[in-house]
């Protein structure tokens, strides 16, 4: 075989390969493996009690309960000056596992 041979023949396969390979994926995939979006329940698994949430912020930040204050309307705490949003220091309570191990949960 000479290089122009090779060449067409090698263009050939790679088309072939390229068009097997759409012609393939593009397939009707099967019904019966989806799941039923009613068997998946979704449930919040930890619930972060005040107090818990409150011993949390006192330990990590180094200041007492009585100087921690809660802003209901803004959904913040008030520590020294600062804010800090409710949800954000439940993910990071939640995910404070060095905490956990040394104070409990």
């Known amino acids: 075989m000479n290089m122009k041979n090779y060449l067409l023949f090698f263009g050939k396969t790679a088309s072939f390969m390229a068009l097997a390979t759409i012609a393939l ?7 019966s493996i ?5 068997e998946i329940a979704i449930e919040k698994i930890d ?5 818990s949430l409150l011993k949390f912020l006192s330990i990590s930040l180094d200041v ?3 100087e921690i204050n809660y802003d209901k309307s803004n959904n913040e ?3 020294r ?3 800090f949003n409710k949800t954000e220091m439940e ?4 995910d404070a596992n060095i905490y956990h191990k040394e104070y409990g949960k």
């Open 25 to 31: 994926s593009a397939c009707e995939k099967d019904e």
């Open 34 to 38: 989806k799941k039923d979006s009613k």
């Open 47 to 51: 619930a972060v009690s005040e107090a």
């Open 64 to 66: 007492d309960i009585e």
């Open 77 to 79: 705490y008030i520590i």
């Open 81 to 83: 000056g600062n804010k």
């Open 91 to 94: 993910k990071i309570y939640l």
